[in-house]
């Protein structure tokens, strides 16, 4: 099963326990995103990727010059452990990264999540790769992606149990759209997935073609 596959069968499972009303502020929201253009703004093919030095799950220091050393690398951007499509995102790419190592490529996935909760979602999906914090998404600010949640959002999400400020230890409820980026080793970017629909995500295989 593709991703894309995997991700519609969480949808629509999900969907099916979401009352009507609260689906329809959660699509309207998806669709303002989507009328404002954030996905055609954010960072273009071509361009180059702001070099960055961020926390990993330990909060040990890790740089974008460090790891595109031997080779290219791909930058997966994600709202946070506590999203389902995140996870399931996660867990699919943990299970290409032999393939994107065999190619020569290092991954890492960016969240404006604390290091703590960083660690939490690592274990969780056992992952491999470094997860990294983006403190107050301040590169995904650099690169176009971050939107704020709607206070009709925020509203649902604590009914849900969610809470985004104390992930973040921030309470500007601002989330970075879903983005996938392959990056050359000479910080260039030559592959970029940006959507808005937080419920779709790069696929495997156009990652692993990218490369």
């Known amino acids: ?30 669709n303002i995103l989507v009328e404002e253009g954030i ?13 960055f030095v961020l926390k990993n799950a330990k909060s040990e220091t890790i740089s974008s010059s460090h790891l595109l050393k031997n080779g290219p690398l791909v930058i997966s951007f994600y709202r946070g452990g506590w999203c389902p499509y995140c996870n399931i995102e996660l867990k699919a790419l943990q299970a290409a990264l032999p393939e994107f190592k065999s190619k020569g490529a290092n991954l890492v996935a960016i969240s ?3 290091p ?8 969780k ?28 959002i925020q509203s649902i999400y604590d009914n849900f149990g969610i809470d ?8 500007k409820f601002e989330l970075p759209v879903a983005a ?11 592959y970029r997935y940006v959507n808005e629909d937080y419920t779709k995500r790069a696929e495997i295989s156009e990652i692993i073609e990218a490369l």
């Open 1 to 30: 099963m593709s991703l894309a596959e995997t991700l519609l069968k969480a949808n629509t499972l999900s969907r099916s326990k979401i009352p009507t009303e609260t689906l329809a502020v959660m699509d309207k929201a998806t």
């Open 164 to 171: 985004v400020a104390k992930h973040n230890e921030n309470d």
């Open 39 to 51: 996905s055609k703004q954010a960072i273009q093919i071509g361009e180059k990727f702001p070099k």
């Open 116 to 123: 703590d909760n960083s660690l939490s979602t690592a274990e």
């Open 125 to 152: 999906n056992e992952l491999s790769f470094e997860v990294l914090t983006d403190e107050d998404n301040l590169l995904a600010k650099q690169i176009g992606l971050v939107f704020q949640l709607p206070k009709e």
């Open 180 to 190: 996938t980026f392959v990056v050359n080793k000479d910080g260039i970017v030559t």
């Open 112 to 114: 404006p999540e604390t």
